[in-house]
């Protein structure tokens, strides 16, 4: 079965400073990756996903993220945090084994400061 | 109007008390999902269902069960709550068989 790591429990970060939120999965091949956001009180907000392809992905909201298969990971970036990106951050991986289903990381709750 | 919406929003009950949680969807997919979200723990599945005739377990599922009433409404029970079943919970659905999935905006849960 796959597995996903969020090594960061907690991130802060300055207005206007570059966020670089790590991911590193388990799997014996490529998976299906994701990152969603979940603002306080709300619910789960797709980001991006890779599937296949350009191993650089961007999404909504300014942010993207890298598939570096050698080291299993798919690192979340954006060059500049504003205030309104303070959330928790998920990453998740599907795989065809697994009719897809998705297995989630512990989340990275970001915190955005002055 | 949201896509998939759970009712309701927030719930206080006591030990022991049987509870439903609601999901429903108009985003005409076939598989729906429901999940439990502690802290420090991210997101866990506890049951899932692929189609009206098709309901599985996922990894937490005891304490629990499920009714899929029809494609759009699938609908989690908690047959006597304990306190550990304090949790956040969300629905989730699915079309195509790539993992994409659109969540609910959750139901948060208290057992005291």
């Known amino acids: 079965a796959q597995s996903v790591t969020q090594p960061d429990i907690h991130i802060t970060v300055s207005e206007g400073a570059s966020l670089e939120l790590r991911c590193n999965y388990s799997y014996g091949a490529t998976p299906y990756l994701f990152w969603y956001v979940q603002s306080p009180g709300q619910g789960l907000q797709l980001l991006l996903k890779?599937?296949?392809?350009?191993?650089l992905v961007q999404g909504i909201k300014g942010f993207e993220a890298e598939f570096k298969r050698s080291q299993s990971s798919f690192n979340l970036r954006k060059p500049s945090v504003h205030w309104s990106d303070a959330a928790e951050y998920f990453c998740a991986v599907g795989v065809p084994s697994n009719d897809y289903k998705l297995s989630f990381g512990a989340g990275t709750t970001v915190t955005v400061r002055a | 109007d949201a896509d998939v919406t759970q009712t309701p929003r927030n719930r206080i009950t006591k030990t022991g008390k049987r509870i439903m949680l609601e999901c429903s969807q108009t985003k005409g997919h076939d598989r729906m999902y429901w999940y439990r979200q502690d802290p420090g723990l991210g997101l866990r599945l506890i049951y899932y269902s692929f189609d009206v005739k098709d309901i599985n377990k996922g990894e937490i599922s005891d304490g629990y069960s499920v009714s899929r009433q029809a494609q759009a409404k699938f609908s989690l029970s908690l047959e006597s709550a304990i306190p550990n079943q304090t949790a956040l919970y969300f629905c989730a659905t699915s079309d195509f068989n790539n993992g994409l999935q659109f969540f609910g905006p959750g139901t948060r849960l208290t057992v005291l």
């Open positions: 890779y599937f296949s392809g350009d191993t």
